[in-house]
Nanobody
Framework: QVQLVESGGGSVQAGGSLRLSCAAS????????MGWFRQAPGKEREFVAA????????DYADSVKGRFTISRDNAKNTVYLQMNSLKPEDTALYYC?????????????????????WGQGTQVTVSS
């Protein structure tokens, strides 16, 4: 049974930093992309960042480029999202997700429906 468990959310002031973690278990993820999405109240779930489990295929939403960094620790089966220079508009429930690689993509998956597994989410609140 695949499980993705996020942690590390919290409340910070604007300009602060948080590091989210996603512990993955239940299968081998070597042929998967790992992504981070977020959803604010009343808004659609949006892509934040993703990379292949092997690395080298990172992609970021324009709104977080230069501030957020996705990384992973293969030995710990954990994916991270380092978030710096946080803004109030970053406030949302952040989800970790895993997408089985499809050769037809030719790109990093950016759409929520391309992901097969989801965590329960961790709340990030940024105050001004």
């Amino acid at each position: 049974q695949v499980q993705l468990v996020e942690s590390g959310g919290g409340s910070v002031q604007a300009g602060g930093s948080l590091r989210l973690s996603c512990a993955a278990s239940g299968r081998t993820f070597s042929n998967y992309f790992m992504g981070w999405f977020r959803q604010a109240p009343g808004k659609e779930r949006e892509f934040v960042a993703a990379d292949s489990w092997s690395g080298g295929n990172t992609d970021y939403a324009d709104s977080v480029k230069g501030r957020f960094t996705i990384s992973r620790d293969n030995a710990k089966n954990t994916v991270y999202l380092q978030m710096n220079s946080l803004k109030p508009e970053d406030t949302a429930l952040y989800y970790c997700a895993a997408a089985a690689f499809r050769p037809t993509w030719g790109r990093t998956p950016l759409r929520w429906y391309e992901y097969n597994y989801w965590g329960q989410g961790t709340q990030v609140t940024v105050s001004s």
